[in-house]
Each structure stands twice: as structure tokens, then as C-alpha cells.
């Protein structure tokens, strides 16, 4: 408690300053269009498939030597389905990939005169991975809403080594495999709702550059409001054309378009607001939920015999906060309580626990001034089968500081301090540990001319 305490005076140290000159918002403590935005309507879907073969040979010898040689080759396969549907009312995402990879090798060493086989090493591994996994929520008034998610996770794979001394008369055989199978489930009920509003903060940047082109009108509140729709989806723009700045901006740029002709020099000019470095998790609102969650996990091991499984079932509350202060500041409260028993009768664990809380505070000018402070506590419990009690422990505390000047100066600095800690006794453990670690990282980039000629 006392690594905790010493941390929220840090944090609380380095939040709560405001003095900085405006940059990047005529009116920056006005967050009503962040109160007002509304998710749009829409969905995306893809379905593609990649295919990728690769073969090699390498041969090495030097002069009376023997001569070695190698053969490789390589087949990989990777489709991938995405479905998202997006709304007020709900949030439906669907995803399914696998990834498949074999690899072959074969190496030799043969002698110099007679071109005879001295040594041979084949490897092959066989890989395979895949994931399916559906998340679901749903509206059912302004407030209230359910959940559901469901995940599966299957990882398999396979090395064969073949290795042949001919003049010895050895040969080595090792075949190793690992299997994983991992699924889980959760559903909910929840208070609130929290909304992406970087989509907002990027509309009105969008609106002060049309002014500094001094244009007769800027956009009003319903315009801003469209515009921030349409950056919602823009990363919806990446997936689904190769092209996608030009699809995108041809439908953003309408409301604007609409008041004023403008030069391929304005459009370029008002495009460029996605390359200045706005935090893009900018939130605002509250939730909290209470779900029920299950997890199953298998791993299996043929070279030490070992099957690891688990079936766990518990309760989890968490609850998440977002406020900004202005368009420059957002403070940011998450929390989440979890305590689950293990259904299984064998393992030495018992019953498990979990306690997460964060703190956040950002401070965002543009894309000149950008500072974040974070404060992470994880408190993990455990009940042994004999009754015991373990605790373990993580404090981390960040911060991180970037300032920037177009063509003159760009300049990050970043500090990360944590401290870890146990309580208690796990049978495979030897000893307990205590562990404290910091780290503080500075970058500057200065340029004292830089002329065209």
C-alpha cells in the first residue's frame, strides 16, 4: 500500500497543469460536440485469403575442403474473414483467420573427391494457427445494455529433426509436438456507455484549418458532426480500397465542398489533418458492467508427457470513465474485480482472483504539445488446494512527453517506473521475489538550417 500511495502522489504531481498557449483549437474548454456526437450507421466486411511459396539452395566450399548444400523451400497460407456492424443501437464484430505454415530443410555434407555423403540433417516444421472469435452488444435503451463474447484459440505445431552420420553409422530422430487449445466466454449485462469522440477533436481540427484559408464560412455544429462521422470509419476506408485517401476525402470533404470551391492546394492542406498526431483514444462517458466468465484451457506437450488444463468459472465487475476536461485534457478511470473458482478437481489452484486499476491523464495540443501519465496497479490472488493464500503484485507508473515544431525541432521524452511484489507460497515456485525496475528515455532532433535550392 505504501508503493501505491507513493505513486498517486506522482501522478498527481504531474496531471494538473493547464498553462499552455492555444495551438490547435479557437476554443478549447467548448467539449459540447464531444457531448453531442452520435456513432454512425455502418459496417464493414472482408474476406481475402493470402498464399505465399518461397525455395532456396545455398552451397558453400571452400578449396580442398568438403562441400556443403542446402535446399529449402516454404508454404504459407492465410485467409482471414472480418465482419463489423456498428450503430447506436448495437456493436456486432466477427472474426475468423488461420495462418498455416510448413517449412523444409534438408542439409548435406559431402566429401571433396568422391561426392559422398559425409552428414545429412532434414527439418521440418508444420505449423498451424487459428482464431475465431465474436463480440456482441446491445442497446437496449440510451443506458442499459447486454454483451456477449465468445473466443477459441487453437495453436498446433510440429518439428521433425533427421540427422545422419554416414561414416559413424548414427542417426538422430527428435519429433516435438505442442498443442493449445484455449476458449472463453463471457456475458453481461451494463450501465452507461463510453464513445470514441477522436473522430470529433479530428472534425474540428478540420474546421480551424478551413479558417486559417480564410473561408467566408466555416462549418456550423451539424456539419461538424457529419464530418466526424465520416472520420469514424476511416480506418474502414483502409481495409477496403487500395486507394483509400481518395475515397475517403471525395465523401468527407462534400459538406465543404458544397460552400465553397475549393484549389487542389486547400484540399491538400485540409487532408493533412490525419498526420498530425492526435491521440486517437479519445473517450468520453462511463460504464459499468458485471458479467459472468468462463475460460477452458489445454496445452499439451508430447516431449515431456505434459497436459496442463484448466476450467475456470467466476464473476467479473469492471467499469471504465472518461471525462475531458477540454479538448486538450481527458482524464481516464478503469477498474476491474474478478473472482472465479476452478471447476476441475486436480489442479493446486483453487480459486483465483484479480484486482486492475488504472489512472490516465492526457494532455493533447495538437499535433505540437503532447503529454500522457499513467498509473497501472494488478493485485493477483490465489487459494492453493491446502488453503494457502498468494498474492502477487504490479505497480507501474509512465510518463511520457513529446514536443514538436513543424521543420525545426521534434522532441519525446518518456519515464516507466514499476515495482513488483509476492505474498504467499505457489508449490512450483522456489522463493518469492521483489523486483523494481525504472527506465527514462530521451530523444531530441534539432535542425539548425535546412535550406532548398
Same mark, same amino acid.
Given at each position: 500500500m505504501r508503493h501505491l500511495i507513493i505513486l498517486l502522489v506522482l501522478f498527481s504531481c504531474t496531471s494538473w497543469l493547464y498553462s499552455q498557449n492555444s495551438v490547435g483549437f479557437t476554443n478549447p474548454k467548448d467539449t459540447k460536440p464531444l457531448l453531442d456526437y452520435r456513432l454512425p450507421n455502418w459496417g464493414l466486411q472482408t474476406f481475402r485469403t493470402a498464399l505465399s511459396m518461397s525455395a532456396s539452395h545455398d552451397q558453400y566450399q571452400q578449396k580442398n575442403s568438403n562441400k556443403n548444400q542446402s535446399n529449402s523451400y516454404n508454404f504459407a497460407f492465410d485467409p482471414y474473414y472480418y465482419l463489423l456492424r456498428e450503430s447506436e443501437k448495437q456493436r456486432f464484430a466477427f472474426q475468423l483467420w488461420t495462418y498455416l505454415d510448413y517449412y523444409h530443410n534438408k542439409t548435406e555434407t559431402k566429401t571433396e573427391r568422391d561426392n559422398q555423403f559425409l552428414t545429412e540433417t532434414k527439418n521440418k516444421v508444420f505449423d498451424i494457427d487459428s482464431h475465431v472469435g465474436m463480440n456482441?452488444?446491445?442497446?437496449?435503451?440510451?443506458?442499459?445494455? #447486454?454483451?456477449?463474447?465468445?473466443?477459441?484459440?487453437?495453436?498446433?505445431?510440429?518439428?521433425?529433426?533427421?540427422r545422419k552420420v554416414v561414416d559413424r553409422v548414427e542417426e538422430e530422430k527428435s519429433k516435438n509436438i505442442h498443442r493449445q487449445y484455449i476458449q472463453s466466454a463471457?456475458?453481461?449485462?451494463?450501465? #452507461?456507455?463510453?464513445?470514441?469522440?477522436?473522430?470529433?477533436?479530428?472534425?474540428?481540427?478540420?474546421?480551424?484549418?478551413?479558417?486559417?484559408?480564410?473561408?467566408?464560412?466555416?462549418?456550423?455544429? &451539424?456539419?461538424?458532426?457529419?464530418?466526424?462521422?465520416?472520420?469514424?470509419?476511416?480506418?474502414?476506408?483502409?481495409?477496403?480500397?487500395?486507394?483509400?485517401?481518395k475515397y475517403f476525402w471525395e465523401e468527407t470533404l462534400k459538406?465543404?465542398?458544397?460552400?465553397?470551391?475549393?484549389?487542389?492546394?486547400?484540399?491538400?492542406?485540409?487532408? &493533412?489533418?490525419?498526420?498530425?498526431?492526435? &491521440?486517437?483514444?479519445?473517450?468520453? #462517458?462511463?460504464?459499468?458492467?458485471?458479467?459472468?466468465?468462463?475460460?477452458?484451457?489445454?496445452?499439451?506437450?508430447?516431449?515431456?508427457?505434459?497436459?496442463?488444463?484448466? &476450467?475456470?468459472?467466476?464473476?467479473?465487475?469492471d467499469g471504465t470513465w472518461y471525462h475531458?476536461?477540454?479538448?486538450?485534457?481527458?482524464?481516464?478511470?478503469?477498474?476491474?474485480? $474478478?473472482?472465479?473458482?476452478?471447476?476441475?478437481?486436480?489442479?493446486?489452484?483453487?480459486?483465483?482472483?484479480? $484486482?486492475?486499476?488504472?489512472?490516465?491523464?492526457?494532455?493533447?495540443?495538437s499535433d505540437r504539445f503532447w503529454w500522457s501519465n499513467s498509473l497501472n496497479t494488478t493485485t493477483e490472488y490465489f487459494k492453493l488446494e491446502g488453503g494457502e493464500d498468494y498474492f502477487d503484485q504490479h505497480y507501474r507508473w509512465q510518463s511520457s512527453l513529446s514536443f514538436y515544431i513543424e521543420d525545426d525541432l521534434s522532441w519525446y521524452t518518456s519515464f516507466e517506473l514499476s515495482l513488483d511484489r509476492e505474498e504467499g507460497d505457489l508449490p512450483w515456485k522456489d522463493s518469492l521475489y521483489q523486483y523494481d525496475d525504472w527506465d527514462i528515455r530521451i530523444g531530441l532532433l534539432y535542425y539548425f538550417d535546412r535550406s532548398l535550392f
Open positions: 456482441w452488444q446491445r442497446y437496449f435503451n440510451p443506458r442499459y445494455f #447486454g454483451l456477449l463474447d465468445l473466443d477459441s484459440d487453437i495453436s498446433f505445431e510440429e518439428r521433425d529433426l533427421n463471457k456475458i453481461g449485462f451494463g450501465f #452507461g456507455r463510453v464513445r470514441n469522440v477522436a473522430p470529433v477533436i479530428k472534425a474540428l481540427r478540420l474546421n480551424e484549418r478551413l479558417a486559417a484559408l480564410g473561408k467566408s464560412r466555416t462549418l456550423n455544429a &451539424d456539419e461538424i458532426q457529419q464530418i466526424a462521422q465520416s472520420f469514424a470509419k476511416y480506418w474502414g476506408y483502409d481495409r477496403r480500397y487500395d486507394r483509400s485517401s459538406p465543404i465542398t458544397a460552400l465553397h470551391p475549393l484549389t487542389p492546394f486547400e484540399q491538400y492542406y485540409l487532408a &493533412d489533418v490525419t498526420y498530425e498526431k492526435l &491521440d486517437d483514444n479519445r473517450s468520453q #462517458g462511463w460504464y459499468i458492467s458485471p458479467t459472468l466468465k468462463y475460460s477452458n484451457t489445454i496445452l499439451k506437450y508430447n516431449y515431456t508427457n505434459a497436459i496442463k488444463r484448466q &476450467d475456470l468459472l467466476g464473476l467479473a465487475v475531458n476536461l477540454s479538448l486538450y485534457h481527458q482524464l481516464h478511470i478503469e477498474s476491474e474485480i $474478478f473472482y472465479g473458482t476452478e471447476l476441475r478437481d486436480e489442479p493446486s489452484i483453487r480459486q483465483e482472483g484479480l $484486482f486492475i486499476l488504472k489512472l490516465n491523464h492526457l494532455w493533447n495540443v
